[in-house]
């Protein structure tokens, strides 16, 4: 087959094919630098009546731990379950011998809050979405 007979197709489980990707990458990765110890993990914090109000994920891989999501809901927000959440991902990236996180926010969220918490700025794109900021943040175990 030429370049010519291929086409693009939209796929009606994007989470399916998203998660069939990141596994490519993964092994890929992993292969590459003869690291297989990747997780993931997720971390959330609960109501009186059951409801999540708040929770983080990310993973671990190779020394190295990403933060992909925190969030803590609106009314919830100022009782330092971000702290606690923060520090339990810590804990995870601690126990699997990780020595460094990254994560990123958009000035409208939360960088003052992570460097609140030890970790620096990498690098801000600016007009990212236009108008606003982007920030690649990390933190040295």
Do not use: H, M
């Given at each position: 087959m030429n370049n010519e007979d291929y086409k693009v197709i939209d796929h009606e489980f994007p989470n399916q094919?998203?998660?069939?990707?990141?596994?490519?990458?993964?092994e890929?990765?992993?292969?590459?630098?003869?690291?297989?110890?990747?997780?993931?993990?997720?971390?959330?914090?609960?109501?009186?009546?059951?409801?999540?109000?708040?929770?983080?994920?990310?993973?671990?891989?190779?020394?190295?731990?990403e933060i992909t999501t925190l969030w803590v809901s609106q009314q919830d927000r100022k009782q330092g379950l971000g702290k606690k959440l923060l520090e339990a991902a810590e804990k995870e990236a601690t126990?699997?011998?990780?020595?460094?996180?990254?994560?990123?926010?958009?000035?409208?969220?939360?960088?003052?809050?992570?460097?609140?918490?030890?970790?620096?700025?990498?690098?801000i794109m600016d007009d990212f979405p236009p108008g606003r900021k982007y920030y690649h943040l990390f933190k040295r175990l």
């Open positions: 094919v998203i998660e069939f990707l990141e596994d490519r990458i993964y890929y990765n992993s292969a590459l630098l003869g690291k297989n110890d990747g997780k993931l993990f997720s971390k959330i914090i609960k109501d009186e009546n059951d409801s999540i109000i708040a929770g983080i994920s990310g993973w671990t891989w190779a020394n190295a731990c126990a699997n011998n990780c020595r460094i996180i990254s994560l990123r926010s958009y000035d409208f969220q939360a960088p003052l809050f992570y460097e609140k918490y030890g970790y620096e700025i990498a690098y």
